[in-house]
């Protein structure tokens, strides 16, 4: 059961890498490198801020765009094609079909990002010429930023399996821009009344909370992130993607592959 | 004992924007199949063919009924590393090679890893397909597709095998090479499931066939069974290039092949025939009973059903 979850994965991380994903690891490379090299010349004794937060979030921003554009079509995909058909006539159930896809997408995605965060040290050193202990905290950015990418995975793929890419993309991206903003929601929440309070209260739980992910400002004045945090995201995102991944695995497990 | 028993599938789907309509693909299937046969699965193209097979696969849900798969719950995954199926006209994954496209489906039938590799070697070799290390599949023609399609269906040395127009896409060497492949599978006891239109591949190859239309079971017998009801003629060719007085009495249209001459004509006229023959000191070839091809069975079928469609409106 596990092994037939990890060849899906594999192969998945493998369909990925030759549809020439990590490429983009390319244009970010030659992205961060302009930017440190232009930020080294206009920049008086913030250039170590601006490479910070410029690194980590197109670190997040590449990121996404993967997670969102593979994810979308990981069951559709292979439903259009009938790729499916031979994959799910042989003694694989359908769950472990979608496990395996998501961990295969998450894989893609922990490597890209272990690339791109060589290349934020790599423009970072560039700038100040030094690693500090303070820089570490990136590490607890970038870790947040994975857990991010956990939850659109999870997202991508449950729209995957029921919906059409284009629509999947569409919904995927409106939930990461409103969870980006579920800490306001909240906030709006707290000052409704009677339904509206009612509603924007389920909305605010409902969606992927991504702004409590988003240290990437305090980690570039090296404020130091609180270790209840880090619990925090971790749990809330495992369950988060969890839940969503079982929403996931209901739906494919009912739909005719027609 | 059955290998496939088919027990009431139905399968009925929901259509329009709010669902509302139902359209009935897959009428009752009560069907059987025996084990270390082929079975040929007929029918037009939207006759239900390809909906039996994604019910038995497990692809679509079923409306109503259930099936067995040697002799265990055809969803069973136990069951599912014991049969192999290839799809109608096949699409894989592009990207991979023809070698790692069937190691990891190997991967997923359980094939153990020390005999992976040599049973993918064994198994393009067996589908004819040579040469081809290091070239993706997108490269690929559609009929080495098909082969590759072929070899996934029998990587795994399953028992029961089912083909989804395995012809479509191949050039007349490999329609051979396959139908040589399917009467291989059978010697060596595995149970062919072979759903196809084209009815000269299906009365070289198949023990038994059924006739689907329209979702419905219209006929199911051994093909030697179904041809076999003679229509009162006999073929007569004997050595010519003459045509006895005789044979130009009773009217019967020779065609003349090189030194063959062929007529048909009523089987009580054939003692005459053979002595008219014998008379004029020609050499009898061959005397044959007429019978029905597959072809004339499976027509003759399919436009009773509309005949009787016809009067029920």
Known sequence: MRARVAHIASNTFREAVRDRVLYNLIAFAVLLS?????????????????????????????????????????????IEKRTLYTVLSRPVRRWEFIVGKFFGLAGTLVVNTFFMAIGVFAALFYVSHKFVRADALILVALYFIVLEFLIICSLALL????????????????????????????????????????????????????????????????????????WHNTLYALFYAAMVLSGAVLIFEHRNLK | MNAIEILGLEKTYRVGFWAKRTKRA????????????????????????????????GLVFPTAGSARILERDWINPEVKAQIGFLPEQPYFYDHLTAHELLKYYAQLSGVPAKERS????????????????????????????????IAQAILHDPKVVFFDEPMSGLDPMGRREVRDLMEELKHEGKTVFLSTHILSDAEALCDR????????????????????????????????????????????????????????????????????L?????????????????????VEKLQYAETSAGRTA
Request: glycine fraction near 10%; proline fraction near 3%.
């Open chain 1, 159 to 230: 729209f995957s399996s029921f919906s059409s890419p284009l629509l999947s993309a569409v919904f995927a991206f409106s939930l990461f821009v409103i969870g980006s903003f579920a800490e306001d929601l909240r906030g709006f929440a707290g000052m409704a009344h009677g339904f509206t309070r009612w509603l924007a209260t389920g909305a605010a739980y409902l969606v992927p909370n991504f702004s409590a992910f988003n240290v990437i400002g305090s980690v570039a004045h090296e404020q130091p992130v609180a270790a209840q945090l880090i």
């Open chain 2, 118 to 149: 040599r049973r993918v070697e064994a198994t393009l070799q067996r589908v004819g397909l040579k040469d081809i290390h290091g070239v993706q599949l997108r490269k690929f023609s559609k009929g080495m597709l098909q082969r590759v399609g």
């Open chain 2, 209 to 276: 066939v059924a006739i689907i239309h329209k979702g419905e079971l219209r006929g199911v017998g051994a093909v030697a069974d179904l041809t076999s009801s003679v229509q009162g003629k006999v073929e007569v060719i004997w050595q010519g290039p003459q045509i006895p007085a005789f044979m130009k009495a009773l009217g019967a249209e020779c065609h003349i092949t090189g030194d063959t001459v062929r007529t048909i004509i009523d089987e009580n006229q054939q003692d005459a025939a053979v002595d008219a």
């Open chain 2, 26 to 57: 897959l009428h009752p299937l009560h069907l059987a199949v025996e084990e270390g046969e082929i079975f040929g699965f007929l029918g037009p193209n939207g006759a239900g063919k390809t909906t039996t097979l994604k019910l038995l696969m």
């Open chain 2, 278 to 298: 014998r008379r004029e000191r020609l050499r009898l070839i061959a005397l044959t009973p007429v019978r029905t091809s597959l072809e004339a069975y499976f």
């Open chain 1, 34 to 78: 302009g930017a440190a090299i232009l930020v080294g010349q206009i920049s008086i004794d913030i250039e170590k801020l601006v490479v910070i937060n410029l690194g980590l979030t197109a670190v997040s921003l590449f990121g996404l765009v993967i997670a969102i554009f593979i994810g979308i079509g990981l069951v559709s995909k292979e």
